[in-house]
């Protein structure tokens, strides 16, 4: 599994779940559509921290600036 994001995307991704968890735990968003991006916000958290998205493979991006091995 090789990297394949950079530290902007991750930083970026990041702050988004940050932001959504807030939302939710405040009561801005809730119910189902709350519940979802609980768990967007939850991959995203999970995908930074490892630095290597799946879907980024399947779509053939790659925003890590190291070359790769």
Same mark, same amino acid.
């Given at each position: 599994m090789k990297k394949?994001?950079?530290? !902007?995307?991750?930083? %970026?991704r990041v702050l988004a779940a940050i932001a959504v968890a807030i939302l939710y735990f405040s009561g801005t968003i809730s119910g189902t559509?709350? %519940?979802?991006?609980?768990?967007?916000?939850g991959v995203f958290l999970l995908t930074s921290l490892?630095?290597?998205?799946?879907?980024? !493979? %399947?779509?053939g991006l790659n925003t890590c600036s190291r070359k790769s091995q």
């Open positions: 394949n994001m950079g530290s !902007t995307d991750r930083a %970026i559509l709350g %519940i979802v991006l609980l768990v967007v916000a490892v630095g290597f998205c799946p879907l980024y !493979t %399947i779509l």
